[in-house]
């Protein structure tokens, strides 16, 4: 039987989106100033966004966000999702793959790569749900799903809010022997808070395809669920809302790693991606946008927002006379006092 629920509370979460009212805190791309080129001669149209990641090429460096799945306006959002990925040759995920463990009923909610036409395609799972499947579980499942690799998802502070304050402990000393026996591409992501420096030294060493910054600034999802579960008088609500690490000092903590990065976490322009990627991004990432646009107009609202945002990125560039992402990448850059701090 259906976990009436989850399934409702998942629901709900997509009703978030409706506003920006999710979002919280400064990501940090206030403090990156990209070198504007007057003497460019790079116009938008010779803007040259594909890139490569894990082997696959894609058109821009963006990767669309997990976030939903499961539920029946989840499978609508995954194929109107899928449909624009496809169309614009870029990657996906879905949100938890949970619900399809727990109730197989859901497939079609997740199943939107039957024809193997995304360039890639992820799933998600939290760090103690998959050491509890384990590796050959959760991969079959991924295979069923023609997925190429699985997201793993740190929601600490989320947790907090759930309802009965619910918390899966899981050791994460076993997970780098999880990735290698899972034996497809595993990237690590938070859900709003970022990472540490200390944390991505750790994760660095992992056997891992990509790190997702998912830091402060963007959506918080602690905010999404308190809403619903915590006591408006509980006097440590907010304090989750007042801690996290923004998405650009992750970005630029990461970048002194040998790992790949996806840069997300408030990244909501043209000018903030490529800020992202100038800090050491290899790709950006964004979901709540894509969910708000899919509200506003499910048949066309994600194609159009993500549309509109690669034609900023590419006006950035022109502006910085930088004709391709490697050179955006290695494009000079003042940083604020604040990526001076190791946190």
Known sequence: MLDEALS???????????????????PGFGGVTLRQSALSCVFPGEVDLSTEFLGARLSAPL???????????????NRAAAQSAIRLRLPMATGSLRMFFEHPGTFETYNVNAHRELPLFFGNLGPAAALGLGPERVREACDRLHMDGLFLYFNHAQELAQPAREHEPFDPDLLPEFITRFGAPVIIKETGMGFSSSDIFTISKWPIAALDTSGAGGTNFYLVEQDESIDSQDETREIPLQMGIPTALVIHMASRHNIRIIGSGGVRTGLDMAKALCLGADLVSFAAPLVRAWHRDPADGIHAWITSRLNQLRSVMSLCGTPTIDALKRHPRTLDTRFTETI
Do not use: M, Q, V, Y
């Open 8 to 26: 409702s509370r998942k629901s709900r979460h997509l009703n978030h989106f409706r506003s920006d009212g999710t979002d919280r805190g400064d």
């Open 63 to 77: 990767f669309l966000a997990p976030i939903t799945g499961g539920t029946p306006e989840g499978a609508d959002f």
